[in-house]
C-alpha cells in the first residue's frame, strides 16, 4: 500500500521498528524516507531492573526505570514524525507518516516522571497468576514454568511499569496531534492507530510473547 500512496502522490515516511521483511531497504516497499532505528532510546537506571534469572541463560529484563536526563526526554520515533510532518505539511502536497514503537514488546522501561504517577501499591496483579494450567498443554506448562522465579511483586513492578510506558506513548501520540493541528492538517488528515499482540504481563503465570498466549483477560 505504500508503493501505491507513492504512485499516487504522496510522500511516505516510515521511522522506527521494522519487522517486516530481512531486507533494510526500505524504498523496495514504498518508503522514500524510512529510519528503522529510530527507535533507540535512553539507557535504564543501573539496579532498578526486574528480571527473570535462570543459571546458563542471559538475563531477561523484564521491567526497569527510565532515565530522563539522558538526552531527549521525548520518543525518538515521534520527533522523526514530527519532524517528517513540519517538513512535508507547507508544500500542500499528500504524506504518509508511520511510526513503530518497540514498546512495549521488550523491556517495560518508561521514563520516571510517567513511572511517578502511579503507585505500585495500588497496582492488581491477575487473579489467574497462579494457574495450575491442568488440561492444558505441555508447551503452555513448559512456558509457565520459565517465569517461576518471579514473585507477587516483581509481577506488580512490571504490570505498573507497563502502564507507565502506555501512558509515555499516549503523551507522544498527543504530540502527533498537536503537531497536525499547528501545520492546519489536522483536519484533513486520517489517523490509523493499531496495536500489536497483548504481553499476558503474569495472566495464567505466563509472560512475554509466542504461541500459546490466545488467552483473553
Not at 514504498?30 to 529510519?35: K, L, M, T
Not at 543459571?55 to 539522558?70: K, L, S, T
Not at 504517577?117 to 488440561?135: F, K
Not at 499476558?200 to 510473547?209: E, K, V
Request: proline residues 5%; negative net charge.
Amino acid at each position: 500500500w505504500a508503493q501505491r500512496l507513492t504512485a499516487a502522490g504522496y510522500r511516505t515516511g516510515y521511522f522506527g521498528k521494522w519487522h517486516l521483511t530481512q531486507s533494510k531497504e526500505l524504498e523496495d516497499f514504498g518508503w522514500q524516507e524510512y529510519d528503522f532505528q529510530a527507535g533507540k532510546r535512553s539507557p535504564r537506571v543501573a539496579g532498578t531492573e526486574v528480571a527473570s534469572r535462570k543459571e546458563g541463560y542471559r538475563d531477561i529484563v523484564m521491567a526497569a526505570v527510565g532515565r530522563d536526563d539522558a538526552g531527549d526526554p521525548h520518543h525518538p520515533v515521534y520527533d522523526y514524525g514530527i519532524d517528517f510532518i513540519r517538513r512535508h505539511a507547507p508544500r500542500r502536497e499528500p504524506f504518509c507518516c508511520f511510526l513503530s514503537t518497540s514498546e512495549p514488546g521488550a523491556a517495560c522501561v518508561p521514563p520516571k516522571r510517567f513511572l511517578d504517577m502511579y503507585d505500585p501499591a495500588a497496582t492488581r496483579v491477575s487473579p489467574s497468576l497462579h494457574d495450575d494450567l491442568v488440561g492444558k498443554s505441555e508447551m503452555l506448562r513448559r512456558m509457565q514454568a520459565a517465569w517461576k522465579d518471579l514473585s507477587k511483586e516483581d509481577w506488580r513492578t512490571v504490570i505498573t511499569h507497563y502502564m507507565a510506558v502506555m501512558t509515555f506513548i499516549d503523551s507522544e501520540i498527543g504530540r502527533i496531534l498537536e503537531v497536525l493541528r499547528d501545520t492546519g492538517c489536522y483536519e484533513d488528515t486520517i489517523i490509523i492507530y493499531l496495536s500489536d499482540h497483548g504481553r499476558m504481563l503474569g495472566a495464567h503465570g505466563l509472560a512475554g510473547l509466542g504461541l500459546g498466549l490466545a488467552y483473553e483477560e
